[in-house]
Structure formats: structure tokens, C-alpha cells
């Protein structure tokens, strides 16, 4: 008998009324989470029930019982605390921000931020890693500065696996429910007041999704959810788990994010006009906007994806092909067959949209490809990882040198209040005022850490590193009596670590380029170094490997057996799942972040960062953001920023340079004391970090940057693409048709350039060439000269562009143009012509296939 046809159901909420129906607005805006006040006062309610939820104050107000309630409400001094952080959050939500002053807050701007994954807090667990970190970030610091900006992502019920780790060592999955009637969810609902849901349809499958909301400061932040009764079983499943399941799974995860994100945006009334897909997962919702366009406008193809292009932006976070979404053609077939025909696209169309090559039959279906194609704006996370993803996708420009591939950087940043810890935030409000937290990028406020005095800062740095081996020491005695442990290792638990001690952390995913186990290669040298007797060192390790990753989580047991070895058990730990709680101790405490990825393979990489806003020191590869934040006095660098062909020889050659630098610099420079027991030359370091990382690697940076220079520029182009009916976007259509059909004619007849072989610097060279222009009128071709030094290999390297102009018609459609060149820099030089369409009101406009080099 089935008896859920006879189930009614109902939920339960926290009855919270007067005075504490502020309570529950405060639980239900994640603002809560980046403002000491308000975590204080969710502790002050029940420490232990705060600890227990996993910090959520929604699912904590539903368990306590109604006479707590009331002699809560008794209590002056909680509800003035109560009241005074219902101000704040009032006085946060009106307050003019950034973007109202800097950005003419009255702009139509509408932009949606679309991402796999978001990690705003431990008790919202649908993130896994950095990606999500980093998402969350940005909706806070969006939220910070009043950009006008919505999130879009997907609501697991079970989200990332937790973790345990057996006797072995070996990693455990465990896949706990989300309970999302317990956490700080709304559901969207319709006029009616019925839950607001639409239907997908895809290949054979059709089923409703449901939207969430959660809101984060000012920005709302919607959650697609398939888990509905209406829905089949396999249906439900779809957002079962992030980063689960196999292919098939992976792409109908893609289509609810990209093509079910725009259609609830359009259910919820918000029609964003541009959209910004974090990593290549949502992809897909450039297509949904194409379509949308063709039917709302009755623009073919071509032209809809002119509008759209402007209005997209696309951030890709991985330096390995091997790490971005790829989909046969088959599977595509099935579910975008009448889809892409309803685009009027034919097979090989469509599919070249996800090829560097479109003819290439060898490719397959590469999602970031398809959001580089379909982006006006694109980037990578730092400036290492621009050049790396330049040249990994320079294919997809064939006709371009790398410098000048449409595919830039904004280095990564972390949120200054989630990560800071309260201790230091006070220290900093007492030398600095309070303007580096409206403002965490004014560089002038930082230069007043000189102000600090040393043994302050160093006694700040001493209370996070007891806090952190208190955390420790708990959590390992929690992990202990899980697996049962005896009494005897329990008690052992309790003396691990040393508050006293220089701390190093380790934490991060366990992907074996990341090379966990780097310090484990020589464990007598690693021995000597963590127990010497008058300047020891202790090491503290967290991090999940993928549970399909075999090699991650043998790393993982690696160090978990080194850690069981009687000289080590006292001086590295290895704390079991790691999540945003876990990685808070960890960067508020350690002394030393240690980073060892193979470059470059780390494209940015923002644990570190954190560690910088607490005062603690990078000691790491010069990989991702380091490259940018080193300066030599300011932490420390391993190599040189070498690449080895031979991986073997390089984890040989790095591990010995990282026991090195331990050795001979690192711990002594930590334990030179003065008389009153201070390391000035450390907190020398410490105050180089504070000063020349905290304004630079922060969100509120990289959110004014991408606003700068990708939102701002996306939604002016989009604008002039969509006014008077859409004119422009259908008038670049046809005029680019008219111009690739005439393409063929079009060749260089004769180059000259009046020079010898040496030429006198500053001295200047008039070029001239012969164009064949066949049908296209002389104003609609961009003649260019690139030029400049010849590197080893006879290629330019760096090139400078020169426009030549039009100087006459020679007769028969072939024109003269001509400019001169200025050598401003001695050495070898060269100069090549090209040419490419040029659009009166574009410009350049490069396409694959249609730039002639001469």
C-alpha cells in the first residue's frame, strides 16, 4: 500500500514574535555570517546548540524550546544586543555603497552570476572546494559594494561529501541530508502563494524544477532544486550531489544551472542583461538566451548571438584540459537534438560551438570552449593563469599571436571579513581606524600597520595559534572516539601540538598536482627539523580527495600513517573534514601557509590570502597568485618559478629546497627573540605582509575590477546592440555575412618597407602596401602592421600594432595604404601585415577564418 497518496504535509517553524521576530530576520540574511556581532549573538543563545548545528542559527531557533524563548526575552542585556545587530543589518541594507557613488547607482545594470558551486558558510554545504569558496565570496563583496547583482546556482541534498578518515587513514564518504526547511532557505512562491516551479524538457526527459532563495546581504541568491514529488526518481536526483553521478548526470546538472538558471530568473520577473558564468558548468545559458531572443525579437541565429556575446562574461579557473566538462557527441545529440534545430543550427554547427576546431571530428564537446565562443568578456584567475590559458586556448583564435588572444586576467581575491579573524579585525580597528573596512583596497590606510606595535601584533598572532591548537586538539579527540579509540590515544589527543610552537598549515584539496605529501620525501630530515629540541616545529594537515581520486586519498593515508609514528605523533595532525569551519582555524592560527602545486598548475589559489589578512606567512611555489604577491620580504618562495620536464626530478629538486629553507631560514628567523621575547625580524615580515597583500587580494578588488572592466563594458555594448529594436545586432549580421562572402578576393599585392639593414633608434620607417579589395569597400578593412623585437625563434615577441591609412585607389580594386614604424628599442627586429574586417561603429572584428597575415 502506498501510503505517502495519504500523507499530508505541513512545516513547522520557530514561533518568534515582537521583539524577537528580529531573531529570525537576522538568521534568515547570510549577512549574519561575515559580522562578529551577529555570530556573537547566535553563540549567546547556547553555545553548545550553536556548535551542534553546525553554526546555523535557523536550524538552532527551531530546536529550542518556547520558554527559552521567553527567558531570552527577559534578558536586557541580550535583546540590547538583539537590537543593536538589527540596526546594523537596517543600517548595512541602506547605506549608500560603492557602486552607488563610483558606478551612477541609477544604471539599468542587471547582472546574474552563475556558478556550480557557492560557498558562503559550513552550515549551507553545497560547495566543495576553492571554486565555491570563491563564488561565495563574490555574491558577499558583491553584496558589499552594491552591485546589482543576483547568484545562481544548485541546491544539493546531500551537497559535498563529509568526510572521516578509518584506522588506516584511508577517506571515508559520508553523504548526510541537507534539511532544507532547516537552513536559511525561502522558498520561492507564485501570486497564489503556491511554490514557483517550471518545467524542463530535454531529450526524454521532462520534469519541474523549484526555486530557492537565500539572501546574502543585499544580494538575493536563487537555488534550483529537482527533488520534487511531481518529478520521476532519476528526475530527483539530478541535484542529489555536486560533483557526483557520471556524464549523463554532469550534463543534465549543466542544463538545470545554465538553461533552468535564465528560466527562473524569468519566472522570478529578472531579466539580467548580463550574465557571468563562473567556470564553463553554465555554459548552456548562452544558448537559452539566444533562444529567448530569437523568439522574443524575431532575430535569426547570427543575430541574437551578436546581443548575447556582449552581454556574457566567462572566467575559466582551470590551467588542465583534463579538469573542464567534455561531452561526446552522442550524449549531446540526445539531449540538444531539437533544441539546437530549433536554434536553426545543423548538427556540425552546434557542435563546432564547444570545438577549438569546428571541423576537427577528433574534438569533443568542450564547455569552456563554448563559453569563450559565446563570451564578450573573458579571463582567468591570476596573471599566470591568463598566459597559461591563453596558450592552452589559443586554438580557438588560430589567426592571432598569443599576446593579443581576447582572453585576459583578474586575480582572485577572499572576502576580508569572513576570513579575518575578530582578534586581529579589533587590532586593526585600534591602529587603523575603521576605513579599510569600508574600503579594503585604499592603500594609504593599510601603510598605518607600521603604527602597530610589534608586540601586540606578535601577541594577537599567539591568542589565534591557541585558539587553533584548542581546535585541533578537540577535533582530534572527536575523530579518535568515532573510530574507537582506546582511552589510553584518546588522552594522547589532549597533548598534541604546542600552543608555543611555529605552525605550519597544509590544507587544500588532495589533487596529487598539489603534491600533499612534498614534505614526506626524506622523514628523517622532516623529523630533525619538527623536533628540534630549540626551535621545534609542528605541522597541521586537512584536505578531501574526489571519491573517485584513488591516488588523492592515498596521499591522505600517507601522511595519516606518518602522523601515527611515535616521533611525529606529537607534532603533525591531520584534521578530518575539512570545510569552511575547519579552514577558518586554520588561516586565523598557523604561522606559515605552506603551498607546494607543480607549476603551473595552481591557477590561483586563495588560501593563502587569508592567511596574509591574519597575519601569517606564505611560504610557497611561485605558482597562481604568489607570482603577483611575493616580493621577497614579504614571505617566502620555493625555486625560482622553474618548470621540469621530468616530474620525478622536480619533486626531488623542491622538496629539498623547501627542508632548506625551513631549515636555514624560516624557523631561526622565528625563534631570534629579543629580550622581551618578541621576533621583531618575524613580525617585520608579518607587517611586509599585511601592508603589500591585504588591499590587493581581497573581493572587494576583484569585484571593482570585474565591475570596471567587464560589467560595466558588457552591459554598455549589449545596450547599443539592443537599442532602437536591435538594429545595430542586425545590422553587424549582415554586414559580416556580406563581408565573409567577399572574403576571398581579398590579398596583399606588394609590401614595401624603405629600410636597410640597420637602422638608428628613434629613427622611423615609412611602409607602405598594394591591397586586392575585390568587393569591399575601402573603409570596411583594417590594414595593420604588427611589429617588434624577434625573440630566438625568429617570432615576434610582444608585437605593437600600426594602422596604415588609405592613400589611393590604384585601380582594377587594389588600394594603397601606408604609415610609418618607430623603432624605439635597439635588437633584432620584425614586421609583418595583416589584414581583418573592420565595422564603422566596432572596429576590428576578428573571426576565425577571416584575418589575412601577409
Excluded at 436 to 464: G, K, M, N, Y
Excluded at 675 to 690: C, Q
Aim: net charge negative; hydrophobic share 40%.
Amino acid at each position: 500500500m502506498d501510503f505517502s497518496k495519504m500523507l499530508h504535509k505541513f512545516t513547522v517553524v520557530p514561533s518568534l514574535t515582537g521583539e524577537l521576530a528580529a531573531l529570525q530576520r537576522i538568521a534568515y540574511n547570510m549577512w549574519w555570517c561575515w559580522e562578529p556581532d551577529a555570530i556573537n549573538l547566535f553563540r549567546r543563545i547556547d553555545a553548545e546548540l550553536w556548535q551542534a548545528t553546525r553554526h546555523n542559527p535557523v536550524e538552532m531557533l527551531g530546536i529550542l524550546q518556547q520558554t527559552t524563548l521567553e527567558v531570552l526575552k527577559s534578558d536586557e542585556g541580550f535583546m540590547a544586543h538583539l537590537r543593536m545587530v538589527n540596526e546594523k543589518l537596517t543600517e548595512y541594507l541602506q547605506s549608500r555603497t560603492w557602486f552607488d557613488r563610483n558606478c551612477n547607482g541609477g544604471s539599468k545594470m542587471k547582472v546574474a552570476y552563475f556558478s556550480m558551486e557557492f560557498g558562503l558558510h559550513e552550515s549551507l554545504p553545497i560547495y566543495s572546494g576553492g571554486l565555491g569558496i570563491l563564488a561565495g565570496d563574490h555574491l558577499k563583496s558583491a553584496s558589499d559594494l552594491g552591485i546589482p547583482l543576483v547568484g545562481v546556482g544548485l541546491l544539493y541534498r546531500q551537497g559535498y561529501f563529509r568526510q572521516y578518515l578509518n584506522n588506516e587513514g584511508w577517506q571515508q564518504e559520508i553523504y548526510p541530508e541537507n534539511d532544507f526547511y532547516n537552513l536559511p532557505l525561502v522558498m520561492e512562491r507564485d501570486d497564489s502563494g503556491a511554490p514557483l516551479s517550471f518545467l524542463l524538457e530535454f531529450g526524454s526527459r521532462k520534469f519541474h524544477v523549484r526555486i530557492w532563495r537565500v539572501q546574502v546581504g543585499r544580494v538575493p541568491f536563487y537555488l534550483l532544486d529537482t527533488n520534487l514529488e511531481e518529478n520521476s526518481r532519476e528526475d530527483r536526483l539530478i541535484t542529489a550531489q555536486l560533483y557526483g553521478g557520471d556524464q549523463e548526470m554532469r550534463i543534465l546538472q549543466e542544463i538545470v544551472l545554465g538553461i533552468g538558471g535564465i528560466r527562473a530568473l524569468r519566472a522570478l520577473g529578472i531579466v539580467p542583461n548580463v550574465c557571468h558564468m563562473n567556470e564553463g558548468h553554465a555554459a548552456f545559458l548562452a544558448l537559452e538566451r539566444i533562444r529567448l531572443l530569437m523568439e522574443a525579437r524575431g532575430l535569426d541565429y547570427k543575430e541574437a548571438s551578436e546581443i548575447v556575446r556582449a552581454g556574457n562574461v566567462f572566467t575559466t579557473h582551470t590551467p588542465v584540459e583534463a579538469g573542464i566538462d567534455h561531452f561526446p557527441a552522442e550524449l549531446l545529440e540526445k539531449y540538444f537534438g531539437r533544441y539546437y534545430r530549433g536554434l536553426g543550427l545543423s548538427s556540425e554547427e552546434f557542435i563546432g560551438l564547444g570545438r577549438q576546431n569546428p571541423r576537427n571530428v577528433q574534438e569533443s564537446f568542450c564547455m569552456a570552449v563554448l563559453a569563450l565562443k559565446l563570451a564578450g568578456h573573458t579571463n582567468g584567475v591570476s596573471q599566470l593563469h591568463g598566459e597559461v590559458s591563453r596558450k592552452m586556448w589559443k586554438n580557438t583564435w588560430p589567426e592571432l599571436p598569443e599576446e593579443q588572444l581576447p582572453l585576459t586576467s583578474i586575480t582572485n581575491g577572499v572576502h576580508t571579513r569572513t576570513w579575518m579573524s575578530n582578534h586581529m579585525a579589533s587590532l586593526l580597528v585600534r591602529y587603523l581606524g575603521t576605513r579599510w573596512l569600508d574600503d579594503p583596497t585604499d592603500h594609504s590606510v593599510w601603510r598605518r600597520i607600521a603604527r602597530i606595535p610589534d608586540a601586540e601584533l606578535w601577541r594577537t598572532q599567539q591568542s589565534c595559534r591557541e585558539k587553533l591548537v584548542d581546535f585541533a586538539r578537540r577535533r582530534l579527540k572527536e575523530q579518535l572516539i568515532k573510530v574507537g579509540a582506546t582511552i589510553k590515544e584518546i588522552s594522547t589527543a589532549e597533548e598534541v601540538l604546542d600552543p608555543e610552537v611555529l605552525t605550519i598549515g597544509f590544507a587544500r584539496r588532495f589533487a596529487t598536482y598539489k603534491r600533499g605529501t612534498l614534505l614526506m620525501r626524506d622523514l628523517d630530515r622532516l623529523a630533525r627539523i619538527l623536533n628540534n629540541t630549540e626551535m621545534p616545529v609542528q605541522i597541521i594537515f586537512a584536505g578531501k580527495a574526489h571519491p573517485q581520486d584513488h591516488e588523492g586519498k592515498e596521499l591522505i593515508r600517507q601522511i595519516v600513517q606518518v602522523s601515527h609514528q611515535e616521533r611525529f605523533r606529537h607534532r603533525i595532525v591531520f584534521i578530518e573534514d575539512y570545510d569552511i569551519e575547519v579552514a577558518r582555524h586554520l588561516v586565523q592560527g598557523v604561522d606559515v601557509w605552506l603551498n607546494t602545486p607543480l607549476r603551473p598548475m595552481e591557477a590561483s589559489g586563495t588560501s593563502g590570502m587569508k592567511v596574509a589578512f591574519n597575519g601569517g606567512l606564505n611560504m610557497s611555489v611561485l605558482d597562481g597568485w604568489w607570482c603577483e604577491g611575493y616580493q621577497a620580504n614579504n614571505g617566502w618562495a620555493i625555486g625560482k618559478g622553474e618548470v621540469y620536464e621530468d616530474t620525478e626530478y622536480q619533486n626531488q629538486v623542491e622538496s629539498r629546497a623547501t627542508y632548506d629553507l625551513l631549515e636555514k631560514e624560516v624557523v631561526p628567523h622565528y625563534y631570534d627573540r629579543g629580550s622581551d621575547g618578541v621576533p621583531r625580524a618575524w613580525v617585520a615580515t608579518m607587517k611586509a605582509s599585511l601592508l603589500s597583500l591585504c588591499p590587493v587580494f581581497s573581493t572587494d578588488r576583484m569585484v571593482q575590477e570585474y565591475t570596471e572592466r567587464s560589467y560595466q563594458p558588457a552591459f554598455a555594448q549589449w545596450g547599443k546592440f539592443v537599442a532602437d529594436d536591435c538594429a545595430l545586432a542586425i545590422e553587424v549580421a549582415g554586414w559580416k555575412e556580406r563581408i565573409f562572402k567577399a572574403w576571398p578576393m581579398v590579398r596583399i599585392e606588394q609590401v614595401d618597407a624603405e629600410a636597410s639593414d640597420a637602422v638608428a633608434v628613434g629613427s622611423s620607417i615609412p611602409v607602405s602596401a598594394h591591397i586586392m579589395l575585390g568587393d569591399i569597400p575601402k573603409g570596411d578593412i583594417a590594414v595593420e602592421g604588427y611589429f617588434g623585437v624577434l625573440d630566438s625563434t625568429g617570432n615576434i615577441q610582444g608585437g605593437e600594432i600600426v594602422t596604415l591609412d588609405h592613400q589611393e585607389d590604384l585601380g582594377n580594386s587594389v588600394h594603397r595604404f601606408g604609415s610609418e614604424i618607430e623603432c624605439r628599442f635597439c635588437g633584432r627586429h620584425g614586421f609583418m601585415l595583416r589584414l581583418m574586417p573592420r565595422h564603422p561603429v566596432l572596429g576590428n572584428i576578428y573571426e576565425p577564418g577571416y584575418l589575412i597575415w601577409g
